[in-house]
Structure formats: structure tokens, C-alpha cells
């Protein structure tokens, strides 16, 4: 059942990337649209599906009921981060392609795979053990995660508290205020922020597409630490957590949603945060790329091993 849910959605997310692919190749989208296009989807879209999303899929007292999933992203993102750290040490990585291998394979693709993978494969609560996930994912990513994709000779000395003030945060910032508040969105608000969120996921594969077109992807698959990121991040680490957690007392549709999150393929943001942060690009969109075909084999495996 998982295998073939996973399945369909990698066809739907490589036909959509093909159309971006085609229309790059046929100079629709131009290499020098793309800088602007990445600037729409990470300063607009992308905060309106935060938002939206959040607010949709998450009550208060849904919250209050299923912080543990809240706790066990914390924690996931601790323990991914000293894993993803400690071996791009022993890999040896130079820099900066040592900090954009973690940004890649610490990030998974929440929000255009993570969401409708979880929704239909648990349909009562896969959509809200998503959102409970992403407000710790999404405040990680865009602290933690733009740091380790911005090129060492950009960053600033001394750390500025306004870097953290993103649209992205913010957006994070004024969902839990509506959440907890309890505040609903306004028929007509709630129409044009999701009218919107439904273009964000397509907009950013064709990005991808179209950088893929522009970018030397052969290049990543020759390097080893691309399947290293996959075997350890993508299968053992899901596969450890899903059999430590099965020994609590947690529900079991729980630890099998956070199996899944925890095995998805690079954020298919990560290449356009890295592109306009730094100089690995390309490292990033080979590995995003590479990530999401392996992950039709490697989610139902983690799965099945857990």
C-alpha cells in the first residue's frame, strides 16, 4: 500500500518536473528568470503555504493533544544534525560542500511529498502529525538550515537576531497566534491563501525542473557521499527510530508517520536556498534530484524494516 502511494506521487512530482524541464529547454523559463522565479516561491509562496497550511490543518487542542510529535521533531532534528555533522567530518568534505551535504540531507520534503504521502496513507490524522512536524521543521530550516547553505566567505562575523525575522518565520509566527488564539481564517482569506498554496508545490517543481536543465547533475552521482546521505539518513536513521519508538507507549500510526517524514528526499526548496545563498547550487539540486528517486525504493523499505 505505502509502495505504490509513494510510487504514484514520484510519477506526479517527475511529470510536473519535466514540464519545467522542457520548458527551460525550450526557452519559457530563462537561466536568468531563475534568480527571480526562487524569490517569488521563497519570499511569497512559500510563507502563504506555511501560513495556510498550519492554519488549516492544526487546532489548539489538536496541538495540545499531539505534542509528542511536536517533542520528537525536536529531538529528530537534534540527532540528524550531529549524525549529518559528524559524517561530513569523516567524508571529508570540502568546504563548502561540507555544510550544503547536511542542508541537503538534514531537510526532507515535508511539505510537496511529506503532506500527501502522510494525508493518504493515514487519512484521520496524517495531515495534522504533518503540520505538528513543520513548526518545528520549517523554524529549523530557516534558522539552522540557511546558515549551514550560505557560503562561509557571506556570512557576517558577528550573528544579527534580524536574520531570523524571515517570511518564513514570520509566517510560522502568525499561525501558531491564530492556532492558539483559536482565530479561524475568513471564508474568502482562506480561498485565496489555498487557491495559492495549490500553485506553490507545482511552481517549485518546475523551478526544479528548469534548474536541472541549467545544472550539471551527472556530475553529484560520481561523488560517494551522495550514498552515504542516502543509506544513513534515509534508511538507517528512520529505521532505528521506528524500532526504538515502537518500544513506548506512543500510537502506532504515529511512529509510522514519523518513519516516513524522517525517510523523505531532499526539500525541493534546498537547491534554491543554496543557489542564493552560495556557490553549490548545483551540488544541491543533484542531490535533491538523486534523493527523490531513491526515495520510491527507500520509503517503503524504511517502512518495512521498522
Known sequence: MIFEITLERMIVFFLILAVGFVAAKLNVIGRDYLPSLAKLITK?????????????GCTRQALFDNLAMVVLAALFYALVSLVLFLLARVLRLPHD?????????????????????LAAVFPETGLLYMMLFSLIDQAVFWTYGVWLAT??????????????????????????????????????AALTLGTIDNATSALCMMYLGALVCFSNVGAVLRRPELYAGVAVKMVAL?????????????????????????????MTVVPMVAAQNGDEGEYATGITVATLVASVVTIPLAVLLA
Not at 97 to 117: A, M, S, Y
Not at 155 to 170: G, I, K, W
Not at 240 to 258: M, N, Q
Open 151 to 188: 557560503a562561509r566567505d557571506r556570512q557576517v562575523a558577528r550573528f544579527n537576531p534580524r536574520s531570523l525575522v524571515t517570511p518564513n518565520t514570520v509566517a510560522i509566527a502568525a499561525a501558531l497566534v491564530f492556532v492558539l488564539a483559536d482565530i479561524p481564517l475568513p471564508r474568502l
Open 44 to 56: 511569497v509562496l512559500l510563507p502563504v503555504m506555511i501560513f495556510y497550511s498550519t492554519c488549516v
Open 97 to 117: 560542500k561540507d555544510r550544503v551535504f547536511q542542508f541537503c540531507f538534514i531537510f526532507g520534503n515535508t511539505g510537496f511529498v511529506g503532506i500527501p504521502l
Open 238 to 266: 528512520p529505521v532505528l527510530a521506528g524500532r526504538l519508538l515502537a518500544l513506548t507507549p506512543l500510537p502506532g500510526d504515529l511512529v509510522s508517520a514519523l518513519v516516513i517524514i524522517m525517510a523523505l528526499p531532499v
